[in-house]
């Protein structure tokens, strides 16, 4: 059975970091596309982030030199690594294996 | 960037009774390898979004046969042959041909 189970959300100051985590089970991440998709409050879906299996990326302009994304093929665990963060990054993030599974999501608050 | 539009933007149907939604994108979605990447997902409230149908009109594991999906290049419709309550909630479609990937507004669905 496939699951992506996340971690790592939060509240953090604006220009603070965080880490989103995802584990996955009942399949390999590293062969498989992977997304971040966001949701700010009540509001619709955003991709922010993107892996293929040949390891390149995709990002959008909004995250675009502030975020990254990469997995630990060990662990087989998705991450996506949040810097300088924005009270507009605030939001519930999913991680997806493109598009089929997700996981539950992950709220993230950037507020002072 | 491919503009995703959804109509109508709210629906209240009666249970048993059809339902459908129209999603439009602004660039065609058909890939020249012969496939058109466009998902249909319900969010049902306090929830990820659930994938129902990929590539126009394959609906996803476990999904239901109430749920249809057709179209071809810009213009996309997914169907409920006979809404259950357990239907309620909002709908996006997305495409992925081509980054960055947009989800439409979203649907709202809820009984009468």
């Known amino acids: 059975e496939v699951q992506l189970v996340a971690s790592g959300g939060g509240l953090v100051q604006p220009g603070g970091s965080l880490r989103l985590s995802c584990a996955a089970s009942g399949f390999t991440v590293s062969n498989n596309s992977m997304a971040w998709v966001r949701q700010a409050p009540g509001k619709g879906l955003e991709c922010v982030s993107v892996i293929y299996s040949g390891d390149s990326t995709y990002y959008a302009d909004s995250v675009k030199g502030r975020f990254t994304i990469s997995r630990d093929n060990s662990k087989n665990t998705l991450y996506l690594q949040m810097n300088s963060l924005r009270a507009e990054d605030t939001a519930v993030y999913y991680c997806?294996?493109?598009?089929?599974?997700w996981g539950q999501g992950n709220l993230v608050t950037v507020s002072a | 960037d491919i503009v995703m539009t959804q109509t109508p933007l709210s629906l209240s149907v009666t249970p048993g009774q059809p339902a459908s939604i129209s999603c439009k994108s602004s660039?065609?979605?058909?890939?020249?390898?012969?496939?058109?990447?466009l998902y249909w997902y319900l969010q049902k409230p306090g929830q990820s979004p659930q994938l129902l149908i990929y590539e126009v009109s394959n609906r996803f594991s476990g999904v239901p046969d109430r749920f249809s999906g057709s179209g071809s290049g810009t213009d996309f419709t997914l169907k409920i042959s006979r809404v259950e309550a357990d239907d309620v909630g909002v709908y996006y479609c997305l495409q992925s041909i081509q980054p960055p990937f947009t989800f439409g507004p979203g649907t709202t669905v809820d009984l009468k």
């Open positions: 997806a294996r493109t598009w089929g599974h």
């Open positions: 660039q065609s979605l058909l890939h020249t390898g012969g496939k058109t990447y």
